[in-house]
């Protein structure tokens, strides 16, 4: 199993900007596909941003491309999620996930490693 921690949420107010950190414990990490997510309180969660196991090639939900960036460093069994410009909007709790492809992030399709996520909330 690969055990997935999410870190850096937080209270901000809107137009402030977050980096949030997924560390996972497993050497092996730098053969996954990684992914973003979140769910804000009585929604569905939704798909944010994956990324190949090379960090060379990124997704991005249509509604989020600009403001939001996925990047990871292999060194450090670690990806990241850059949030600008945060908007009320944005609250929600952002999960990290690990899977075979991206393709299969995006569809969030049997996704076989999940964080438990960190609370961001926007103040407008």
């Known amino acids: 199993q690969v055990q997935l921690v999410e870190s850096g949420g937080g209270l901000v107010q809107a137009g402030a900007s977050l980096r949030l950190s997924c560390a996972a414990s497993t050497r092996t990490f730098s053969t996954y596909a990684m992914g973003w997510f979140r769910q804000a309180p009585g929604k569905e969660r939704e798909y944010v941003a994956a990324?190949?196991?090379?960090?060379?090639?990124?997704y991005y939900s249509d509604s989020l491309k600009g403001r939001f960036t996925i990047s990871r460093d292999n060194a450090k069994n670690t990806v990241y999620l850059q949030m600008n410009s945060l908007k009320p909007e944005d609250t929600a709790t952002y999960y990290c996930?690990?899977?075979?492809?991206?393709?299969?992030?995006?569809?969030?399709?049997?996704?076989?490693?999940w964080g438990k996520g960190t609370l961001v909330t926007v103040s407008s």
């Open positions: 996930a690990a899977d075979q492809s991206t393709a299969t992030l995006q569809r969030m399709q049997a996704i076989h490693y």
């Open positions: 990324i190949s196991w090379s960090g060379l090639t990124t």
